[in-house]
């Protein structure tokens, strides 16, 4: 079974500052389709296949999901939606990516390992398909 990636959208979207609250929208999809190039093969430390799941919240709410990546729109608090996941998936490898300590220390009092947003998502680093960001 692939591992799950659940991904916290608003904070690795805010951990760029590239403009990202002009339109949160916009940059949430852009973060989803930066992680659709990461399902086969995996991302530094997590190797592929990754069942990847992208979780959002706030004005970021509206993006579809693509092949590849589920999008989840949190009810409430995204860092609750997050655990809920990670707890209700206790039987597969589940790695949140995140840089909120709270979050990390929930999670993986859940049983979730965590790696840091710079992982899927950073400055200067180039997208799946080559392209710099």
């Known amino acids: 079974m692939p591992t799950l990636l659940i991904v916290d959208g608003a904070n690795v979207v805010g951990s760029v500052p590239d403009g990202w609250w002009r339109d949160r929208r916009a940059a949430a999809e852009r973060l989803r389709d930066r992680l ?21 919240e706030g004005a970021a709410r509206g993006v579809p999901s693509v092949p ?13 939606h997050i655990v809920r996941l990670a707890a209700a998936t206790a039987d597969r490898s589940r790695v949140v990516v995140t840089a909120d300590r709270e979050l990390r220390r929930r999670v993986t009092a859940a049983g979730a390992t965590t790696v ?13 398909s080559g392209r710099e960001r």
């Open 36 to 56: 659709a190039g990461y399902v086969e093969d995996g991302v530094p430390g997590v190797p592929g296949p990754l069942d990847i799941v992208l979780v959002l």
């Open 68 to 80: 590849g990546v589920r999008v989840e729109e949190a009810p409430g608090n995204g860092d609750d």
């Open 116 to 128: 840091g947003p710079r992982t899927v998502y950073g400055p200067g680093d180039q997208d799946p």
